[in-house]
């Protein structure tokens, strides 16, 4: 099975903050990577797909890049509703599997 | 409008086995192209995709669970319906049915998840 691993496991930041979440994967995925956003009590919102597609309706505040083993997540201006706990997703081989998430905490 | 709802028991005993039911409306199960997974996630933790079905009854499953796990579908009921044998507390988490993307391996509609906790 691919392990994913994200980091860090949470990180607190203000309003307007640019914020960076990564995620590696054990093996090479080329761009199969997927990110989510959830929230406490809701099910996960896909954010990113193939590791820098926005899925529609997503803000642009929200990026992602990387390929093969080493992915990011970038929020470039913190927003209030973005308080949320992110995961990563490999969509390249069954088992799909996914990272420990990212908690982003108000500072 | 495309919705997943999960539907089973909110307890069960350990030993016992799980049923849940996953029923999707705004799309066919039977449209070539559609596949179904399931996902959980204990309480606290990360999520763990289960297994999945397609619109043409292929089937995948977990590695470390697919001894216990059995997925099929009623295309006339729209209903994806889950099985688990053997239920131990850890086995306790939320459950969520979600679709499948055209894009590729990731889920882009989401139930919104049932509880099921597993105690004596």
């Known amino acids: 099975d691919i392990q994913m691993t994200q980091s860090p496991s949470s990180v607190s930041a203000s309003v307007g903050d640019r914020v960076t979440i990564t995620c590696r994967a054990s093996?090479?995925?080329?761009?199969?990577l997927a990110w989510y956003q959830q929230k406490p009590g809701k099910a996960p919102k896909l954010l990113i797909y193939d590791a820098s597609n926005l899925q529609s309706g997503v803000p642009s505040r929200f990026s992602g890049s990387g390929s093969g083993t080493d992915f990011t997540l970038t929020i470039s201006s913190l927003q209030p509703e973005d308080f949320a706990t992110y995961y990563c997703q490999q969509a390249n081989s069954f088992p799909l599997t996914f990272g420990g998430g990212t908690k982003v905490e108000l500072k | 409008q495309v919705t997943l709802q999960e539907s089973g028991p909110a307890l069960v005993k350990p030993t016992q086995t799980l049923t849940l039911t996953c029923t999707v409306s705004g799309f066919s199960l039977s449209t070539s192209g559609m596949r179904v997974s399931w996902i959980r996630q204990p309480p606290g933790k990360a999520l763990e995709w289960l297994a999945r079905?397609?619109?043409?009854?292929?089937?995948f499953y977990s590695t470390s669970l697919k001894t216990r796990l059995t997925i099929s579908k009623d295309t006339s009921k729209n209903q994806v319906v889950l099985t688990m044998t053997n239920m131990d507390p850890v086995d306790t988490a939320t459950y969520f049915c979600?679709?499948?993307?055209?894009?590729?391996?990731?889920?882009?509609?989401w139930g919104q998840g049932t509880l099921v906790t597993v105690s004596s």
């Open positions: 093996q090479g995925i080329s761009s199969w």
């Open positions: 979600a679709r499948v993307s055209g894009f590729g391996e990731l889920f882009d509609s």
């Open positions: 079905i397609d619109w043409d009854d292929d089937k």
